[in-house]
């Protein structure tokens, strides 16, 4: 754990003597670029076990799940779709769901009923227009009803073994933070974080970036006193700098709680998540 600070991204002189000091120059893009990678080549060594947070067996699932994520975590998903793919395991059994059985199944996800909706139309969308299989690629997923370009980036990256990057809450706000980009919009965040890493690091990037911003990285606390890569991060600072205290801030694996997937990889160094209805 380091709390200092890269030169390049403005390192604070011990206290001494005062003489003029210049102000630190701006980040070439080169530097910004060799900085971005090595945080990626760091947050590897951090999270070698980092994968998708929603538990599914093939892309249907998978599908299905990222569409319910939405306004909730993975938790809540994961808590969520035993039971309902119990009862429809196929695109076919879900489209032809009574929407009102299908919307008390997954109400704990919020917003139940347009994600019903979307849950039944898409399902009749892979029917009539996909032979019942989840496409393969983004421009067919998009006309899915309920489907963006981000739920079809995560199907695409994690079901099919194309490189996407996901741009959710947690990705735009650390990116920013570290200064890759300024942009706010997804797309355009996607569109320059494409040209900074190379296509074959995109899905395990946004893995490594959606764990850091889930245990370390927070939106309103970040625990800056704890993170491994503060020594890289410009906004070193921006959260808790005491090292017990932003200890404390930790949370899942890092912070020795259950993680969110019930069935989370052999690697997983957390303990599993707990079914719906056990405590949490
Ligand atoms: S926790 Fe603090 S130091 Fe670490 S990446 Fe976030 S803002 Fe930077």
């Not at 390049?8 to 003029?20: D, I, L, T």
């Not at 995560?154 to 706000?173: A, E, I, Q």
């Not at 650390?174 to 190379?198: M, Y």
């Amino acid at each position: 754990m380091s709390g200092k600070q890269n030169s390049a991204v403005g390192e604070q002189s011990p206290a001494g003597p005062k003489k003029a000091t210049k102000a630190p120059k701006p980040e070439s893009r080169l530097a910004m670029i060799r900085r971005a990678r090595r945080i990626n080549r760091e947050l590897a060594e951090v999270y070698p076990y980092a994968h998708p947070e929603l538990d599914f067996e093939n892309p249907f699932q998978l599908l299905v799940a990222t569409v319910l994520s939405a306004q909730t975590t993975d938790l809540r998903v994961n808590q969520t779709t035993p039971a309902l793919f119990a009862k429809y395991p196929t695109p076919e059994d879900m489209a032809a769901a009574a929407p009102e059985e299908l919307e008390a199944i997954i109400r704990p996800t919020g917003f139940f009923r347009a994600k019903a909706k979307s849950l039944i139309g898409l399902s009749a969308a892979l029917r009539d227009n996909f032979g019942g299989e989840v496409p393969g690629r983004l421009k067919d997923l998009v006309t899915l009803p309920g489907v963006g370009r981000k739920t079809a980036n995560v199907v695409l990256g994690n079901g099919f073994g194309v490189p996407g990057l996901t741009v959710d809450t947690h990705f735009g706000r650390l990116v920013r933070r570290w200064k890759w980009t300024e942009q706010e919009d997804p797309e355009k965040v996607e569109a320059e974080i494409a040209e900074i890493f190379p296509k074959s690091e995109w899905t395990m990037l946004s893995h490594r970036i959606i764990f850091h911003g889930r245990r370390i990285c927070h939106s309103r606390k970040p625990a800056c006193g704890a993170c491994p890569i503060a020594h890289l991060c410009p906004s070193y600072g921006e959260g808790e700098t005491d090292p017990e205290k932003a200890k404390k801030l930790l949370k899942y694996e890092m912070g020795g709680q259950p993680g969110q997937r019930l069935s989370p990889p052999p690697d997983y160094p957390g303990k599993p998540a707990p079914t719906l209805g056990e405590a949490e």
